[in-house]
């Protein structure tokens, strides 16, 4: 594991020990970097998945038979 020397927001940092309730600041954090990481990728699974569903819809169309109709 990588060390680094940071600021952290000390507000945020106790936020954080206080909802995964711990006294350890390293445990805090890396909780919370591993929490966000999981979100990020979940969010740009469903945003492919997203993607995909827009692809087949738009390969069904047929845009002669569905153009500006009135």
Do not use: C, S
């Not at 309730?21 to 990020?40: D, F, I, P, S, W």
């Amino acid at each position: 594991m990588a060390k680094t020397v940071i600021d952290l927001d000390e507000e945020a940092l106790r936020l954080a020990m206080a909802r995964y309730g711990t006294r350890v600041k390293k445990e805090a954090v890396n909780r919370a970097l591993r929490e966000a990481a999981g979100r990020q990728q979940e969010e740009t699974d469903d945003l492919a998945d997203w993607f995909q569903e827009v692809g087949k819809r738009l390969a069904e169309v047929d845009p002669r038979t569905t153009a500006w109709r009135r």
